[in-house]
């Protein structure tokens, strides 16, 4: 394996970070190395998209083999940078880089608001990665999907992506119904795409909405999900993975903001013509992850919930209005 120069890239986490991942891993494997990529069990289909990954390993399940074979390496790339990722990495018998996570300035960030702004999480990873690379051309990175039989909308749709892991992520349901009905008004179907845990607030949303609304949520998978994602007109979503998914296909994109912000770092990668954020009247940021303590008041509860529509109905026009 080392005679390949072979790369251990380690990150563990959700959706929309291992999609981040994607244009370091593409350029490693453009330069010549074999990359596995270490990730938790439940995101393994996300990381078999990965363009240039060619093994995904589980952390919870194969770390005691990667550690037998750890010195077979040329290098780690531990872009978790946790204090447990940084532990674990340091006992395989090879290089390691580590991203460096900016604790302090987010504090600051969220402290004393944007004038603090972070980096593009993925030029940080570039640079936790920049002793491996040699050149700076950009590289194609876009997820390979597997082919699924997945029922579409009949020609051009809007995804409407209405989870969230926090409160401070996400629309409520009235919200969420009266963006809806106004979409609806472009002439368009509607694709809602979610989880399990949005299965019934999908389902609440479809019915008394009329057929122009398709429920995708709790019945497809996160690759599924995904598909939904790829083949729409337009794609409207809070901070998610599947935000983060249009993103990297390059769809026409409405991207919605509370809690959390852009000038954290996570806003979609890349950036091009075709994206619009919403960002809420209330104050933002006030987390990382959407989380929303009892004593802080949820920006997403002043959200200009109006402009939504407004905005598709902008970015549609010239291209798939009827």
Same mark, same amino acid.
């Given at each position: 394996?080392?005679?390949?120069?072979?790369?251990?890239?380690?990150?563990?986490?959700?959706?929309?970070?291992?999609?981040?991942?994607?244009?370091?891993?593409a350029q490693l494997h453009h330069e010549g190395y074999e990359v596995?990529?270490?990730?938790?069990?439940? @995101?393994?289909?996300? #990381?078999?998209? &990965?363009?240039?990954?060619? =093994?995904?390993?589980?952390? !919870?399940?194969?770390?005691? $083999?990667?550690?037998?074979?750890?010195?077979?390496?040329?290098?780690?790339?531990?872009?978790?940078?946790?204090?447990?990722?940084?532990?674990?990495?340091?006992?395989?018998?090879?290089?390691?880089?580590?991203?460096?996570?900016?604790?302090?300035?987010?504090?600051?960030?969220?402290?004393?608001?944007?004038?603090?702004?972070?980096?593009?999480?993925?030029?940080? @990873?570039?640079?936790? #990665?920049?002793? &491996?690379?040699?050149?700076? =051309?950009?590289?194609?990175? !876009?997820?390979?999907?597997? $082919?699924?039989?997945?029922?579409?909308?009949?020609?051009?749709?809007?995804?409407?992506?209405?989870?969230?892991?926090?409160?401070?992520?996400?629309?409520?349901?009235?919200?969420?119904?009266?963006?809806?009905?106004?979409?609806?008004?472009?002439?368009?179907?509607?694709?809602?795409?979610?989880?399990?845990?949005?299965?019934?607030?999908?389902?609440?949303?479809?019915?008394?909405?009329?057929?122009?609304?398709?429920?995708?949520?709790?019945?497809?998978?996160?690759? !599924?999900?995904?598909v939904v994602v790829k083949e729409a007109a337009l794609v409207i979503?809070?901070?998610?993975?599947?935000?983060?998914?249009?993103?990297?296909?390059?769809?026409?994109?409405?991207?919605?903001w509370g809690a959390t912000h852009p000038s954290l770092g996570f806003?979609?990668?890349?950036?091009?013509?075709?994206?619009?954020?919403?960002?809420?009247?209330?104050?933002?940021?006030?987390?990382?992850?959407?989380?929303?303590?009892?004593?802080?008041?949820?920006?997403?509860?002043?959200?200009?919930?109006?402009?939504?529509?407004?905005?598709?109905?902008?970015?549609?026009?010239?291209?798939?209005?009827?």
């Amino acid at each position: 394996m080392s005679a390949t120069r072979s790369i251990l890239v380690v990150r563990l986490s959700a959706i929309g970070d291992l999609v981040l991942v994607a244009p370091v891993v593409a350029q490693l494997h453009h330069e010549g190395y074999e990359v596995t990529l270490l990730c938790k069990d439940a @995101y393994r289909s996300v #990381a078999l998209c &990965l363009p240039g990954v060619s =093994e995904v390993c589980s952390w !919870e399940k194969d770390r005691a $083999k990667i550690r037998e074979q750890g010195s077979s390496f040329t290098a780690v790339l531990d872009l978790q940078g946790t204090s447990k990722s940084k532990r674990w990495t340091r006992g395989l018998e090879a290089k390691v880089l580590t991203y460096k996570k900016p604790y302090l300035r987010r504090v600051l960030l969220l402290t004393f608001g944007q004038r603090f702004a972070l980096e593009p999480v993925v030029s940080r @990873y570039f640079k936790a #990665a920049q002793p &491996l690379l040699k050149y700076k =051309e950009e590289v194609p990175a !876009e997820l390979v999907l597997p $082919k699924t039989t997945l029922i579409l909308p009949e020609g051009p749709y809007i995804a409407v992506v209405i989870g969230g892991t926090y409160a401070g992520k996400r629309l409520n349901y009235d919200q969420w119904r009266s963006a809806i009905r106004e979409l609806l008004k472009l002439g368009l179907p509607i694709a809602l795409v979610g989880g399990p845990e949005e299965a019934g607030i999908g389902e609440s949303l479809e019915q008394p909405l009329g057929s122009g609304v398709s429920n995708y949520c709790g019945t497809t998978t996160i690759i !599924e999900g995904m598909v939904v994602v790829k083949e729409a007109a337009l794609v409207i979503s809070g901070d998610t993975g599947f935000m983060h998914a249009a993103a990297n296909f390059k769809r026409p994109l409405i991207s919605l903001w509370g809690a959390t912000h852009p000038s954290l770092g996570f806003l979609p990668w890349p950036q091009y013509s075709a994206q619009s954020q919403i960002i809420s009247k209330g104050r933002s940021p006030i987390s990382k992850h959407g989380k929303v303590q009892w004593w802080q008041r949820n920006p997403m509860k002043k959200f200009p919930v109006d402009e939504i529509a407004l905005i598709a109905q902008k970015m549609l026009k010239d291209r798939t209005m009827p």
